[in-house]
């Protein structure tokens, strides 16, 4: 083989390489081959100071990012001696003006980073970001405080791997993270709407057919960026439910639903249909002990009549579940593999066992 083929193969593994870091595969993250792994020192942590984390985050990949073209240089150097890289003033014009331009992106990149860094992140662009998000009298470290504080809970909503792109959504914030930057918008001033849906017959991780949602997050404010977050459709009602405002769906796109909600829908069809349960004086109506949200609203009362021998029982419990709470519990309690069977199938009573089938689940009636 040539030398010159030998760079060349050299500078294709190196270019490959260089992209594996960028935007890594799970095998790199599971390896910890990433910007977070690697400054994590450095970075904090990122459940404490969200906000800061991702200005050390961003500043830490631009760094990192503006050495691969000097480490290409010093790879050749190890590796290409014939090229005499070693003593730069004595090789070819191309190596010398390659070289100045590596080293001027590495220093240019560390004089952003500097900049951004002064007065404790003030230049930061997520810090002018948060300044369009305060009202005139706070700074934008204010609005920090209010995320991280939100960031720390534990029911916020969160999309993506940590490493990659990521959508937050906490109480107040809809947030997406990308490589240099993190879109920031205010629950209360934003517009969502579902622009577009990709399907994927098979999907790289579970091996299934998968469909993707783009919606568009287009803020009031007219200074912030609008933004796309991209989404597995089985993560969109855990989406919907997190946000104040509904989202928009101007093209109706056919938003796939999971197993389990296809079923719950069907459940609460049928469970509406069936009589409705008058509750006698003595008996009494708590919170759902499921969820310990709802008011429990179901009562489990045989009305089929199925002559078949195990067939369903009368159940004597009380009202102790909501709904939702008995379609997840009647669907855990089936033969994951046929779903098509569970609408016939029974299920026992999460209390006292008692076999039930769709037929016998009714509504209170107050
Ligand atoms: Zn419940
Ligand atoms: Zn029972
Ligand atoms: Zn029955």
Redo the contacts with the bound molecule.
Sequence with gaps: MTEDALIGLFTLFYLFFCTLLVAPPTEFVSAGLTVQNLFSHWLGSEDLNFVYYQFRRTSATLIFHSIFPLVYFLCLVLFQPQLKLLTPWNTSFFWQLYLLISILIFLSASLVVFYWSRNKWDNHPIARELTHLSSNEESWRAVASSINIEFRRIDKFTSGIPTGRRIIVTDSWVMKTSTYYIYIAHQNDIHLTISGSEDHSVSYESMTSVQYLNIDVISINQKLKPFTIRLNSLEYKELTDKLQSPVRNARNIVVRQSLSEQFLDAFREQVSQNPKFRLPPHMEVDTCIGCMQKESDIK?NKLCDDPEVGACVQ???RPMWCLECMGKWFSSRQDQQHPEMWLGNRCP??????AFCMLDVCFIEK
């Design positions: 489990l159940c004597y419990c009573c999460p209390t006292c066992r008692a």
